[in-house]
């Protein structure tokens, strides 16, 4: 396929728009690595067999980017070849993006598709893309690329939900299946009601007072480790991490007798490791939290999950004490997801040089990734709305291979390799996932002792055996 250079009009607009507090942590993110690292993107990418209407589907994906705003934004000037180029500011495009129509044999559906995926978006036009690859009569791949300044794991499953009601009601109007009622925000009036002056001067007060609480717990005290080791290519260790479906369902039974979370129980047995086998009576973790404080955020498509440091006393007299001050610390982080990370981080630790970034997780000593379950409940994995009789949708794990990123200097390099990391997984009905730690950064041998204590933690849980 050929593809031509676009012209890009001029945005709406006079004037281009600051960062939302959601976008904040994930911009530090991208400038943590060189320029030609590879681009931080979320895509979906749904297979239909049978009778595709391809006019409904331009008109359902044009609709869709019409009312969600943050599928219109772009940045006024490229990111550049330097990453620590500062903000280059933000602006609503004032027509969705269009879909393009690339035909491919059959035999070439998965080469195609990865082909499309590996073409890097340009963040100046729009920062998504919409692709459909046709491979026969009733066979399309719908291929939609989003950076992940404008999306985030929630907006996957909303975004299949409005591309199914969208195509149905010019479909097959009045079918009766159910719909999403609510309205979106606007993303950029979300974006510029955070920046009126006093807004800020409260975010500012609130963002100093959670710097100070985050320094008394080792924010700027990283886990022991070989700071002089550590290279811009890092290299991970991984320690397996799974429960069986039994014994997942015990720690869910425990979480629930104890009134917590299940994210809480595996929170709260990492940082009973990770203090145990380096000592520390105070930890700062990071975690995800989906950002959607409102009812019409929650029909929104954008970013609006975001990193929060969780400061946490780690020595406890009871476990039932532990598991609550562990619960109570992420409510209370989660209340701070209208803070950015720089602001926080700008407070606690200097700015790398050349207004360089902060890491992810510059501010935590651990960081936990679960999915596949809010609360006690397990999610239903790729769920795919229903589309009129005959269409059918399959979601396809395509992914272009590349190289891990390179850090943009030693101070993003060396945030990420004194972290541990832990990214977990709820999948018919069984906890699995790994421990990450970064090679040059932490001895291994220590690290395994982590994952021991870890696993050793949650099996006695499960079978009600800590105290």
């Known amino acids: ?31 943590s690595y ?53 903000w280059p500011g933000q602006g609503l495009r004032s027509e969705p993006g269009p879909l393009d129509v690339v035909r491919a044999p059959a035999r070439e559906r998965a080469a195609e598709v990865t082909r499309v995926l590996s073409r ?9 893309r919409t692709t459909l690859v046709r491979t026969a009569e009733e066979e399309h791949v719908l291929v939609a690329q989003f950076h992940h300044l404008i999306f985030d794991s929630t907006s996957h499953r909303l975004f299949r939900d409005l591309l199914a ?39 500012q007060g609130r963002a100093a007072a959670l710097a100070g609480e985050l320094r008394a717990y080792g924010a700027a005290d990283p886990l022991a480790g070989d700071a002089g080791a550590v290279v811009a290519a890092a290299e991970f260790g991984s320690l397996p991490v799974a429960l069986t479906a039994e014994r997942t369902r015990l720690l869910l039974r425990r979480s629930r007798a104890e009134r917590v979370t299940l994210h809480t129980v595996l929170l709260a047995a990492l940082v009973h490791a990770v203090a145990t086998v380096y000592g ?11 950002g959607r404080t409102s009812a019409s955020a929650r029909e929104t498509l954008g970013l609006f999950s975001t990193v929060v440091p969780v400061p946490v006393d780690t020595e406890y007299r009871s476990l039932t004490e532990f598991l609550k ?9 989660s209340d701070a997801a209208d803070l950015p990370f720089s602001e926080i981080a700008s407070r606690v630790l200097d700015r790398p040089p050349g207004e360089g970034a902060y890491y992810r997780s510059a501010l935590a000593h651990l960081e936990l990734r679960l999915s596949g379950v809010t609360g006690w409940l397990p999610e239903e994995p790729n769920p795919v709305p229903a589309l009129p009789s005959g269409l059918a949708v399959t979601p396809l794990d395509l992914y272009p291979e590349h190289p891990f990123p390179v850090f943009a200097g030693p101070e993003q390099a060396l945030a990420c390799a004194s972290t541990l990391f832990a990214d ?25 002792r982590v994952g021991e204590i870890f696993m050793h933690f949650m099996e006695r849980l499960s079978e009600g055996a800590v105290s």
């Open 1 to 31: 396929m050929n593809h031509v250079a676009r012209t890009h009009p001029p945005s709406a607009g006079p004037a281009p728009l600051p960062l939302f507090s959601r976008q904040d942590w994930c911009w530090e993110w991208t400038r």
């Open 325 to 333: 001050a562990v619960h109570d610390s992420v409510r209370r982080a």
């Open 34 to 86: 060189t320029g030609d690292s590879t681009p931080i993107e979320s895509s979906e990418t749904l297979l239909f067999h049978g009778p595709l209407d391809t006019g409904a589907l331009r008109d359902t994906l044009a609709e869709i980017g019409t009312r969600h705003e943050a599928l219109r934004l772009h940045l006024v000037a490229g990111a550049g070849p330097d990453p620590s180029a500062v």
């Open 280 to 290: 520390r009576d105070r930890l700062v973790c990071s975690v995800y939290t989906h």
């Open 165 to 203: 009601q969208g195509y149905r009601e010019r479909i097959a109007p009045g079918d009766g299946a159910a719909k999403r009622r609510g309205e979106p925000a606007s993303y950029t009036g979300l974006i510029s009601r955070e920046h009126a002056p006093e807004v800020r001067s409260a975010v």
């Open 424 to 448: 977990l997984e709820m999948a018919d009905g069984a906890l699995t996932g790994s421990v990450w730690y970064e090679k040059h950064y932490h001895d291994a041998t220590r690290a395994a």
């Open 120 to 128: 890097p978006l340009d963040l100046t036009d729009r920062m998504t």
